[in-house]
C-alpha cells in the first residue's frame, strides 16, 4: 500500500507539472466523491456482469461483440495511420491542434508513398490498419490511393477501417471508398450532434458500419436516444472513448465542470461511468447494437505494449527477454570471480549448451533467463532486473540497427538510450519470482523495487483507481 502511494503521488506532481498554473483551477474528487464514483462504477460493472465480455483482462468491456479491428487492436496486430493533421470540425474535446495537412504518419515515421507504408505493415506483421487524422476525406485522393494500394496488395488478410467526422461524406465518396475495399468506417456522430444523415449514406455499401464517439457525461440522454436509432438503422458498432485532458483541450473541459482524475494521464471521471451506463442501457433494454467501451486504461497499456513488443523483437539480444508488456527485461547476476563460478557451475548443469545465460566479458555479470534463474540455488546474491522499450525513428539512432522497409524507405530501431535497473534482494526472491512468473505475489509488495517490477511486467486488470 505504502508503495501504491509513492507512484500516485508521482502520477500527481507529473499532473501538476503538466498543466502548470491551471491545475489548480482542475476540479478534482473529494475523498467521498471517490467513494461515490468508485461505488457507482462497482455497481455498474456488477449489473452487466454475466451478459457483458470483457476483454484484455477486464480493461475492455463490451455488449454482444466487439469490431474485428478493435479485436486485432487488443492483440497487438493494429497499425494507425495519421493521412493528415488536418480537420474541418472544432470539437470541444478534441486532444490536440488539428491544422497540418502532413505526410502520413505512424510512431514518428512518415510515408509519401503507399508502397512504402505497405512495407512496414509486412515488417511488423499487422493485420489491421486503421486510417485517421486529422480528417481522412479532406485529403480523399490520398485516402483512396493508400486505402486501394493497402487492399489490393493483402485484400482480407489486412483489415482495413477509417475513422470521419462524415461531415464530407456523400453517395459518391462512399461508393469510392466501398470500390478501394474499405472493411469498415467509423463515425465521430459527435462532430454533428448525433446526426446521422451522413452515415446513412455507407449503410449497405461499406461492410460494416461503426459509430465511435467520446463518453460525454453532459451528453448521456442524446446518447440513449442515438443507441436506440443506431439499434433501429443496423449499425454493426458503437466505441465509446474515455474523455481525457490535454493542454490543448484544458479550457474548454474545465468550463464544463467534469471532475478530473489522475494517471498516467488525467482523464474524465464521468466519461468512464457514462459508458458503462450506456453499456448497461443496451442490455437491459433488449437492443442488438454491440457496444464496446476503450478506457485510457486499456489503451495506454494494451496499444503500448503492442508496439513495444513488435519494435523488441528486432533488438533483442541474447542478454535479454521480452515480457508481457513488450519490455526487454534483462535478470543479471552480480559479484566477484569465486561466488560466480559456483552460479557458472549450476548453470552448466541446467544448460549445458550454455543457452539461455552468458557471462559478460569481465566475468563479474552473468545474464541468465527467468526460466533458469528460477531454479537456481541462490545464498544472499542480490538479483538486477532491467528494462528497456525499443523505439522506432526516421533519423539514425545510437546503437540502433537500420531496418528496409522498401528500397526508398529505412527505419532504426534500438533500445531507449537510459534504463530502469532495480535491485531485489533475497528476501523479497520468492515475491519477485511470482510476479516474473505473471502473478501478483500472495504477500504485500513492500518495497518500491518490487512495486516497479509489477508495473513493468504485470498487464493491467480490470479498471483504473480513482485518486
Known amino acids: 500500500m505504502k508503495s501504491l502511494i509513492s507512484y500516485q503521488k508521482k502520477l500527481i506532481a507529473e499532473n501538476r507539472k503538466e498543466y502548470g498554473i491551471y491545475y489548480d483551477q482542475l476540479k478534482k474528487p473529494s ?26 483482462n477486464g480493461t475492455k468491456p ?45 510512431q514518428g515515421i512518415t510515408f509519401d508513398k503507399a508502397e512504402k507504408y505497405i512495407g512496414y505493415i509486412k515488417k511488423f506483421g499487422f493485420k489491421g490498419v486503421g486510417l485517421s487524422g ?23 488478410s489486412v483489415y482495413v477501417w477509417m475513422y470521419t467526422n462524415g461531415t464530407l461524406l456523400n453517395e459518391a465518396k462512399a461508393a469510392q471508398l466501398a470500390e478501394a475495399g474499405l472493411d469498415e468506417i467509423r463515425f465521430d456522430l459527435t462532430a454533428t450532434e448525433y ?37 433501429t438503422l443496423g449499425v454493426n458498432y458503437l466505441n465509446l472513448h474515455q474523455m481525457r485532458l490535454t493542454p490543448y483541450n484544458l479550457k474548454n473541459l474545465s468550463n464544463r465542470n467534469y471532475t478530473f482524475s489522475h494517471g498516467p494521464k488525467v482523464t474524465v471521471l464521468e466519461s468512464e461511468l457514462t459508458a458503462l451506463e450506456i453499456i448497461n442501457f443496451v442490455l437491459h433494454h433488449g437492443l442488438r447494437l454491440p457496444v464496446n467501451y476503450c478506457s485510457f486504461h486499456y489503451k495506454n497499456h494494451y496499444q503500448k505494449a503492442a508496439f513495444r513488443k513488435k519494435a523488441a523483437v528486432f533488438v533483442l539480444n541474447s542478454q535479454g527477454e521480452i515480457n508481457q508488456n513488450g519490455f526487454i527485461r534483462s535478470l543479471i547476476l552480480k559479484g566477484i570471480s569465486i561466488p560466480l563460478k559456483g552460479l557458472k557451475d ?6 549445458p549448451e550454455g543457452k539461455g545465460w552468458q557471462v559478460s566479458p569481465d566475468q563479474h555479470q552473468i545474464f541468465v533467463t527467468r526460466y533458469l534463474l528460477i531454479q537456481l540455488q541462490l545464498n544472499e546474491e542480490p538479483i538486477f532486473v532491467e528494462y528497456k522499450a525499443a523505439i522506432t525513428s526516421e533519423k539514425p539512432l545510437d546503437e540502433g540497427t537500420e531496418h528496409i522497409i522498401t528500397r526508398e524507405k529505412h527505419i532504426f530501431i534500438a533500445t531507449e538510450a537510459s ?13 519477485f519470482y511470482e510476479i516474473l512468473e505473471g502473478h501478483s505475489p500472495h504477500n504485500p509488495i513492500g518495497s518500491d523495487g518490487l512495486f516497479n517490477v509489477s508495473l513493468k511486467e504485470l498487464p493491467a486488470t480490470g479498471f483504473a483507481e480513482y485518486f
Request: net charge negative; proline share 5%.
Open 31 to 56: 475523498y467521498y466523491q471517490l467513494i461515490e464514483a468508485d461505488e457507482k462504477r462497482s455497481r455498474l460493472i456488477s449489473e452487466i456482469k454475466g451478459k457483458a465480455g470483457f476483454l484484455c
Open 62 to 106: 463490451f455488449a454482444h461483440a466487439i469490431s474485428p479491428g478493435c479485436r486485432l487492436c487488443g492483440e497487438g496486430y493494429w497499425s494507425c495511420l495519421f493521412i493528415n493533421n488536418r480537420c474541418n470540425c472544432n470539437c470541444f474535446y478534441c486532444p490536440t491542434s488539428q491544422v497540418d495537412t502532413s505526410i502520413p504518419e505512424t
Open 134 to 156: 486529422g480528417e481522412p476525406l479532406l485529403t480523399f485522393n490520398t485516402t483512396i490511393d493508400f486505402l486501394s494500394k493497402i487492399k489490393k496488395e493483402f485484400d482480407d
Open 195 to 231: 446526426n446521422t444523415k451522413n452515415l446513412r449514406l455507407a449503410l449497405g455499401k461499406i461492410p460494416k458500419i461503426t459509430v465511435e464517439i467520446p463518453a460525454i457525461p453532459d451528453e448521456i440522454e442524446q446518447l440513449r436516444n442515438m443507441v436506440i436509432e443506431l439499434d
Open 346 to 351: 549450476q548453470l552448466t548443469r541446467l544448460s
Open 419 to 431: 534504463s530502469i535497473s532495480i535491485q531485489i534482494e533475497s528476501e523479497e526472491r520468492a515475491s
